[in-house]
């Protein structure tokens, strides 16, 4: 059983790169010390660049020059690590699971790579043995949730505990839940329908949350549908900057236009996206006239927002958890997104909105 709670915003968040997700994992393998896979050694390790690209350890025993991916499900991999840990977050969330198909257009890889990827996370999500390096590799990775949870370390023990006592209990009967807070829940279940586990999983934790199994389909709080959605808009925007060029791209085509006078005599001030228009004088921002206008909530969070109403409506509790706003804001969000009405348009992938339409 792999364990998994963390929003997918958190996880674009923490690791926007290969170096944030290699040092992640360098410190949950190695704890700060790496230590070679190939003598299982930790003393006289020596840090290594290969062409400028830092990662790289050289063992002084066994002469063995290795990555932290060496030895583990990302061994021999070009797939970046960032894009691996997607890549899980995607299948251990995927209540249906999740064909090679959808996973090689969520992250942007062949198809045939990511057949392999499914095949080796699979391959490790199966394995429960403490003494396997690949699945001890991906429930640290798993284990993320405790860094964003706040998990207590006796916490953790609760659930190695417990995990070490399944084999008697009955490895399908018990339903092990880690709640956000870092609060742990083990219960026994009548049984093991899908219906009775998503049950427990309603009544028990927060939206948001994920458990994964490789024997059930049923442990997601998350739908597919709406991660991919979530992933797909927090790429394409990774931050406030790239969502407004891209605003930019659409509703100025020609250049910045003056909100108020509608002129194009506009000049660029010094600070960044701010425009002063040469005609009535004004300052302005590519907010002004829009739904975003005076609000504090950065564009790449309205436009995953707009996403969300366009494709398949959103709670207000639900989007303020997603985008880690409050629930007034989220309110205030889809009482204007309704109001502008979007549209979309599945053929296309496109939604309509205020006459502008966002690809
Ligand atoms: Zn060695
Ligand atoms: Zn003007």
Redesign the pocket.
């Known amino acids: 059983m792999c364990k998994f709670t963390i929003s997918a915003y958190e996880l674009m968040k923490k690791f926007p790169n290969e170096e944030s997700a290699r040092l992640y994992i360098e410190e949950k393998r190695w704890n700060g010390k790496p230590k070679c896979p190939g003598c299982n050694r930790a003393e006289n390790q020596h840090k290594q660049k290969r062409d400028g690209k830092a990662g790289y350890y050289f063992c002084y025993h066994c002469k063995l020059t290795y990555t932290v991916r060496t030895g583990t499900i990302f061994g021999r991999s070009h797939v970046p690590l960032h894009e691996w840990l997607y890549a899980i977050y995607l299948i251990v969330t995927a209540r249906k699971g999740i064909s090679s198909l959808q996973l090689s257009k969520e992250i942007g890889v062949t198809q045939k790579t990511a057949w392999f990827m499914l095949h080796r996370i699979r391959e490790a999500c199966k394995n429960d043995d403490d003494d396997n390096e690949i699945g001890n590799l991906l429930r640290g990775i798993v284990e993320a949730d405790e860094t964003y949870i706040g998990g207590k370390e006796a916490n953790k023990h609760e659930f190695k505990k417990l995990k070490a006592g399944r084999g008697t209990i009955g490895k399908t009967a018990v339903l092990g839940m880690r709640e956000r807070d870092g609060k742990f829940k083990g219960k026994v279940l009548k049984d093991t329908t899908a219906d009775t586990i998503q049950t427990e999983l309603n009544t028990s934790i927060a939206d948001g949350s994920v458990l994964c199994t490789d024997e059930h389909g049923a442990y997601a709080g998350y739908k597919l549908e709406d991660m991919t959605v979530y992933l797909s808009t927090m790429k394409k925007f990774p931050d406030e900057q790239a969502a407004m060029d891209y605003l930019a791209s659409i509703l100025w085509p020609d250049g910045p236009v003056?909100p108020?006078?509608q002129?194009k005599r506009i000049k660029e001030k010094t600070i960044k996206n701010y425009f002063r228009?040469n005609?009535?004088l004004?300052t302005f921002t590519i907010r002004v006239g829009t739904i975003f206008e005076r609000s504090h909530i950065p564009l790449h969070k309205w436009l995953y927002a707009i996403r969300m109403v366009a494709t398949k409506g959103i709670s207000s509790v639900q989007l303020s958890k997603d985008i880690e706003i409050t629930q007034k804001s989220a309110w205030l969000m889809l009482q204007r997104i309704t109001k502008a009405n979007p549209s979309f348009d599945a053929t296309t992938g496109s939604i309509k909105i205020h006459g502008s339409t966002l690809k």
């Open positions: 003056c108020y006078c002129r228009c005609d009535c004004k």
